[in-house]
């Protein structure tokens, strides 16, 4: 998960540095650090880790986050980008709730 991890806070960096008005970028930030927190979890699977929430779907969000971020403000492209990011943080947070086997 480091690479995940790391990717996270490429993503932070750029929103950062970003035009975005910043309840806008409070809101993507809040949400990139609960899926920090989440991936920080030792009891993620490894189906999550490599799958559903493998390297590439780290690297889409972060293509993803550099658009927005470093092509000019779209307001229905951090729309995308928010339904993205909830969608990885219910894949991760659900994987938290199962109980071990």
């Known amino acids: 998960m480091d690479n995940q991890y790391r990717i996270i806070n490429q993503?932070?960096?750029?929103?950062?540095?970003?035009?975005?008005?910043t309840i806008k970028k409070l809101?993507?930030?809040i949400q990139l650090i609960q899926m920090k927190r989440l991936l920080l979890n030792d009891a993620l699977p490894n189906e999550v880790r490599s799958g559903c929430?493998?390297?590439e779907v780290f690297e889409a969000l972060l293509?993803?986050?550099?658009?927005?971020c470093?092509?000019?403000y779209d307001g229905e492209a951090l729309s995308n980008?928010?339904?993205r990011i909830s969608g990885m943080l219910s894949i991760l947070g659900s994987e938290q709730a199962l109980p071990p086997n």
Request: one cysteine or more.
């Open 70 to 72: 470093c092509g000019g």
């Open 63 to 68: 293509h993803q986050m550099r658009g927005i």
């Open 11 to 21: 993503c932070l960096q750029l929103l950062k540095q970003s035009e975005m008005p």
């Open 81 to 83: 980008l928010m339904e």
């Open 27 to 29: 809101r993507v930030e």
């Open 53 to 55: 929430c493998g390297e």
